[in-house]
């Protein structure tokens, strides 16, 4: 395992943290975790507040390229897709690449980028419907963290089975009680949570050998 910043190429996003704080209740929180349209395309204080193409992933999608070694006919899985834009990303900056995507979220499949029609699976992160190493890499970015700490396991479990930790997850984190504090008024759909040296034991518990890193709120 190594931790590597792979998602460093993207643009930081503002983000009112006292504002989504201050709308957050037990209601809000219950309609963001259905990962509806209100959690991808409605208000803020439920999510994304409009999830929208870019084309911001693309330089990440050639760093990840670049990290594993990858080439046109090899097979790459983004678990936790959502609408599939760095599955598109990666065919853009790696033509010839196999990249397919899987979510649970129903309607950001049913609202994906035309080129990855076809290739978005719904599906479940603890029980992904892939044979053993059938993927040459895969990535699970700011997702595992969506699932209760045993949950969790099995999806780092899952996530070894099919890659062979050929892998890499980013999840929620702090470095300190501040940025807890911050994490904790942001969050809507995060399960289990820890410092770097508790998600550390529990990718070791898991027997996960890929690469990690963490998202930090500041």
């Known amino acids: 395992m190594a931790e ?11 983000r009112n943290i006292q504002k989504r704080k201050d709308a957050k209740d037990p209601a809000v929180v219950a309609i963001s975790k ?19 193409y870019d084309g911001r992933w693309l330089p990440v999608a050639r760093d990840i390229i670049a990290h594993f070694g990858l080439k ?9 897709c959502a609408k599939g834009f760095l599955v598109k990303d990666l065919m853009l900056a790696c033509p010839g690449l196999e990249a397919f995507g899987l979510d649970i979220s129903l309607y950001a499949l049913m609202h ?3 080129e990855v029609i076809g290739r978005l699976h719904l599906g479940t992160a603890e029980r992904l ?19 209760p700490r045993p949950r969790a396991i099995k999806v780092m479990h899952e ?6 930790g050929r892998a890499f997850v980013q999840v929620d984190s702090y470095h300190t009680p501040e940025q807890k504090e911050i994490f904790e008024s942001w969050v809507l759909t995060a ?16 027997g ?4 990690y890193y963490w998202t930090i709120i500041e």
């Open 159 to 164: 996530i070894e089975r099919i890659s062979g």
């Open 4 to 14: 590597v910043d792979l998602l460093r190429a993207l643009p930081r996003t503002k």
């Open 129 to 147: 419907p892939f044979p053993d190493r059938s993927f040459d890499c895969a990535l699970c970015l700011n997702t595992a963290h969506n699932f």
């Open 72 to 80: 046109p006919g090899m097979r790459v899985l983004d678990i936790g």
């Open 112 to 114: 994906c980028e035309p």
């Open 34 to 52: 259905q990962y509806g349209e209100m959690y991808f395309d409605g208000p803020r204080e439920y999510g994304y507040g409009g999830y929208r």
């Open 191 to 206: 399960e289990f949570y820890d410092d770097p040296q508790g998600w550390v034991e529990l990718f070791q518990e898991a």
């Open 208 to 211: 996960y050998t890929g690469d």
